[in-house]
């Protein structure tokens, strides 16, 4: 394979360049190597494998998708430890990915992509380092949760304590004895409360808007039920993708799309007697008690969160930050909140994606003056103009949906499709027309109007302009949209 400094001849098989060793880079590879294809390298900004398993470690992180969900279909695990894995355990698994199918010699750690630029149909691929390469085919498996989200909270340089981002959580911090203040309270801002709340002095969580918080079990998998498992892999099918499981992707999806289903009436009495059953004191309850629908935001599971917004030790704060002085944050009612660390639980900037990389397509196409309003992909994989660019996870994909995994091996298979039409045309590259896109992107934003995400909150969701950026459709749809490229909605390059 040649390396990143040289410059590949080009060749009647195709060289590909996929960028990030997340769970979609590491998917990619993984397919790639199945068919066959050796040429291809896997560039990643960090030290190793695992995405945003890689980048968080805060204490209580772990998935809100069921382990044996969050898993490669053809890569089942009979030995996750509980129903809902924590961090650690993922990263170890896409570690064991990696090794299994023997990706290692395919990727390069610590190198960042500046940018990727289509010339004489093929990609010119830089890095930040200064080296180069070319490629036929670029994957963009960067991912959305790698940039974090630093509000800008008037004196938080004065703080004479220490200030982190969850995601840049430091090895062997001790938090035994001190006094945290944890600001946002999405599913990070809820974990971290839950793991903290019994070893810490204090713990203020600061919330923007309350969240409803869907009840999850916190079932633990016995030695016994781990060997179950390994015996039948039919128990872990059933976990999947069971009758259970089908109820419970279909109540969801029927609840986003739809704000006056039964399905997200239900939902709202599931989280709201979650509330009235959990909390006993009253103001607390009110303090925690949305004033939007269930699923505007993105649910939270948590299981112990209420529990721990409980403790005698713990003061939820809904009066809003004024500032961050020396001493600690000021709510906006007066108070003075003495700190010793703040905690930035505040999520990542979504809207990212592949940037600040640069991207030129053909004819000198510019990505970012495409995306100057929002970022936008032909059903979230392929964009206009940018020939054999492929995105896994792409914008107004089913990120809040459903599984990422399962979403990004359909599009794998989507892309595999594309690929094999160029192949068989004897083309260079594909790409979807102006027109195929704006016509999606009309359809889905109406779409997306008459979902829960539009319903009137606040979230990650929005653009600036208040639209979701998300799926509106079903999971059918999906699968349906994912099985068949609509090869009339592209053009071929080059032949």
Same mark, same amino acid.
């Given at each position: ?75 089942? *695990? ?12 993922? %990263?170890? +698994?896409?570690?064991?990915?990696? =090794?299994?199918?023997? !990706? ?42 790698? /940039?974090? *989200? ?5 004196? !938080? ?7 982190? /981002? ?14 945290? &203040?944890? $600001? ?7 974990? $971290?409360?839950?793991? !903290? ?22 079932? %633990? ?20 993708? &069971? ?15 739809? $704000? =006056? ?19 006993? =004191? ?96 032909? +059903? ?10 492929? !995105?896994? *996870? ?74 979701? %950026? ?26």
């Amino acid at each position: 394979m040649p390396s990143a400094n040289e410059e590949p001849a080009r060749a009647a098989s195709l060289r590909y360049v996929i960028i990030g060793a997340g769970m979609a880079g590491l998917l990619a590879g993984i397919k790639l190597k199945a068919r066959g294809e050796t040429d291809f390298v896997i560039y990643e900004k960090g030290d190793r494998v695992g995405g945003t398993w890689r980048e968080n470690r805060y204490p209580g992180l772990a998935c809100d998708t069921p382990a044996h969900s969050y898993t490669y279909s053809f890569a089942p *695990n009979p030995d996750w430890g509980a129903y809902y894995a924590p961090g650690p355990e993922i %990263q170890r +698994y896409f570690g064991a990915m990696s =090794d299994r199918y023997a !990706l290692g010699d395919h990727i390069v750690f610590n190198t960042e992509i500046a940018s990727c630029r289509y010339i004489d149909g093929r990609w010119r691929i830089d890095t930040t380092d200064g080296c180069k390469d070319i490629a036929d085919v670029v994957v963009a498996a960067t991912g959305v949760l790698h /940039h974090p *989200n630093i509000p800008e909270i008037p004196g !938080l340089a004065d703080f004479k304590g220490r200030w982190l /981002h969850s995601a840049r959580w430091p090895e062997g911090l001790s938090v035994e004895g001190l006094r945290i &203040g944890v $600001i946002g309270n999405g599913s990070t801002g809820v974990q $971290i409360v839950s793991a !903290l709340a019994r070893k810490v002095e204090r713990l203020v969580h600061f919330q923007r808007s309350p969240q409803w918080i869907m009840p999850c079990p916190d079932i %633990q998998y016995t030695s016994e039920e781990k060997r179950a498992f390994r015996d039948d892999p039919a128990r872990i099918e059933e976990v999947r993708n &069971g009758p259970e499981a089908a109820a419970r992707r279909a109540r969801f999806t029927s609840a986003i799309i739809d $704000i =006056d289903s039964p399905e997200l009436a239900e939902i709202q009495k599931i989280v709201e007697d979650n509330l009235e059953n959990s909390v006993r =004191d009253p103001a607390l309850r009110e303090k925690l008690r949305p004033n939007y629908r269930a699923a505007c935001k993105r649910l939270i599971f948590a299981a112990h969160y209420y529990k721990a917004a409980q403790a005698p030790n713990v003061y939820v704060e809904a009066s809003g930050i004024e500032q961050v002085e020396a001493g600690g944050v000021r709510a906006e009612d007066g108070t003075l909140h003495p700190l010793d660390v703040i905690v930035l639980a505040t999520g990542f900037r979504v809207d990212q994606f592949v940037r600040p990389m640069v991207v030129t397509g053909h004819n000198g196409a510019d990505l970012e003056a495409l995306w100057r309003i929002h970022p936008r992909a032909y +059903y979230a994989v392929t964009i206009p103009e940018f020939p054999n660019f492929f !995105l896994l *996870n792409g914008p107004t994909g089913p990120v809040g949906n459903f599984s990422l995994i399962d979403i990004a091996e359909k599009q794998w298979s989507y892309i595999e499709q594309l690929i094999e039409e160029v192949r068989v045309r004897r083309s260079v590259g594909v790409a979807p027309t102006l027109r195929a896109l704006e016509t999606y992107e009309a359809q889905r934003t109406e779409a997306a109007k008459r979902t829960v995400f539009a319903s009137g909150c606040k979230s990650w969701y929005l653009d600036a302009e208040g639209a979701p %950026q998300v799926w509106p459709w079903s999971y059918a749809h999906f699968v349906e949209a994912m099985s068949k490229p609509q090869v009339e909605d592209y053009e071929f390059f080059g032949n």
